[in-house]
């Protein structure tokens, strides 16, 4: 039963497929085209038919082309026209050279003004669409130049946005790159602070009392000869020496300038010097 | 169909605007395209009714109107087809008259 139920279905697909490929598709725009073409022409203006000598229809020329050739229309209509005169079907009676004359006239006129008018006309007539497609063609300029000015409006907006963020994107990463250059400073900072009180705590612990006073000793020599300005001397190096505090020296010095008598001879020594061997004795 | 109604066939939501130089019936083998042998049938399926003749005429005038008088840039020509129409159709309908005005006896 279910086997047949396959089969059946097998079958109709088969068949469906088939119908598919051998009939085109009802909504196909080709379909509609040969349906209703007929049916839904709209009527549109049409270019002025064409016409001969004035007033005859091109196609009743055109119609004798594949008998007779291009002259066949003319040869016809000279060979009726004297059929119809010759017969006197045509009566050239009073009327008919007044028609002439008409005719003339009418001739005449065409020839020398048709054009002059046609072109009046046609300026005319191109004027008048103009004026009747002015508000519409305006209203499209103005709809035309307010989308130009939305899009605009829109661009510039975004414009300004885009550059609000790229701002943004280029404070925040200049601060962080701040932060980076700051924090290696102040490492380096305390790194070297460290190593120089590292380095001169063990300068300090390795100096024995011993060394300590050969170096006194050399410095005190060195003032006794007058080399060095002892008030460049480390503090405590200056107290070892001389048992008193720069400032009490400089005081000193300020008290006791006047008293002293200052040597004449160019090697004699000044009053610091003299404060100073007096102080180290 | 009252005077100045548009034809039976024509339906708006089908046709479109009404073109007054169409015939909306069904088509029929046009006059040109006919054999000599099927003119008489041909003629014998015409509506004959004057009604359906007057639409004829007003669809040939119509016609006429789209192609001659109606297009953007119309010529002189239009004029010049409407009075010579009038002169065949003047002299036709006074042939009887005219033809007293002969000047030969023998053709």
Known sequence: MLS???????????????????????????????????????PVRQEPGKVRLGFLPEEWFTFFYKKTGVTGPYTFGVGLSTYLLSKEYYVLEHEFYNGLSLFLLC?????????????????????????????????KEMLESQIKNEEHNQWSSEEAAYRNRLMQSYSEVKKRLDYQMERQNVERRIAQKHLVNWVLKNVLASITTEQEKQNIDKCK??????????????EIDFQNVFRLSRDGVRHLVEVLGPHLVSGERSTALSVESKIFSALAF | MALGDYPIEY?????????????YGKADTPLAQVKLGE?????????????????????????WQHKYVQPKRAGVAPIFQLITGFMVFFYVINYGRISHHRNYKYH
Not at chain 1, 17 to 28: A, D, E, H, L, M
Not at chain 1, 114 to 136: C, F, H, Q, V
Not at chain 1, 221 to 234: A, N, V, Y
Not at chain 2, 51 to 56: K, L, V, Y
Request: with cysteine.
């Open chain 1, 107 to 139: 001739f005449i006129v065409v020839k020398k003004f048709g054009p002059a008018i046609a072109k009046y006309l046609d300026k005319e007539i191109d004027n008048y669409e103009t004026e009747m497609n002015s508000g519409r063609t305006n209203e």
């Open chain 1, 4 to 42: 047949r139920v396959g089969f059946l279905k097998g079958h109709q697909a088969k068949s469906l497929v088939y119908f598919t490929t051998k009939c085109p598709s009802t909504t196909t725009p080709d379909a509609v085209k040969t349906d209703d073409t007929s049916l839904f022409r709209r």
């Open chain 1, 221 to 234: 020599m060195k003032k006794c000869k007058g080399g060095e300005d002892p008030f460049h001397m480390r």
């Open chain 2, 11 to 23: 339906d708006a939501k089908k046709h479109g605007p009404y073109d007054p130089a169409r015939y």
């Open chain 2, 39 to 63: 003119l008489g049938s041909w003629l014998s399926r015409r509506n004959k009714s004057p009604q359906a003749m007057a639409a004829c005429v007003s669809r040939a005038w119509w016609r």
